[in-house]
């Protein structure tokens, strides 16, 4: 069974960055695929990032050039930079691996 725990969530002045990181356990990490979501207060969940086991990455248009998602195997994480970050980006981020969800972070951007 799969375990993920999103950690690096806070409070932060538009403009500046965060980095957020998922911690897996329970699977052979660099087996599978890893994504970030997110859902704003009366919104729908939503995909972030997403980069699979070889590396290759995906974005959201709303973060391409802005948002970055790595992984490192040896630690069984995976992270999402976030820089230049604007209001409309508060909300809950998770990640998702093999069907299997952590139980979030909040971002809240707010000057």
């Known amino acids: 069974q799969v375990q993920l725990v999103e950690s690096g969530g806070g409070l932060v002045q538009p403009g500046g960055s965060l980095r957020l990181s998922c911690a897996v356990s329970?699977?052979?990490?660099?087996?599978?695929?890893v994504g970030w979501y997110r859902q704003a207060p009366g919104k729908q969940r939503e995909p972030v990032a997403s980069?699979?086991?070889?590396?290759?990455?995906n974005y959201a248009d709303s973060v391409k050039g802005r948002f970055t998602i790595s992984r490192d195997n040896a630690k069984n994480t995976a992270y999402l930079q976030m820089n230049s970050l604007k209001p409309e980006d508060t909300a809950v981020y998770y990640c998702?691996?093999?069907?299997?969800w952590g139980q979030g972070t909040q971002v809240t951007v707010s000057s």
């Open positions: 998702l691996m093999h069907g299997s």
């Open positions: 329970g699977r052979t990490f660099n087996n599978y695929g």
């Open positions: 980069i699979t086991n070889s590396g290759l990455t």
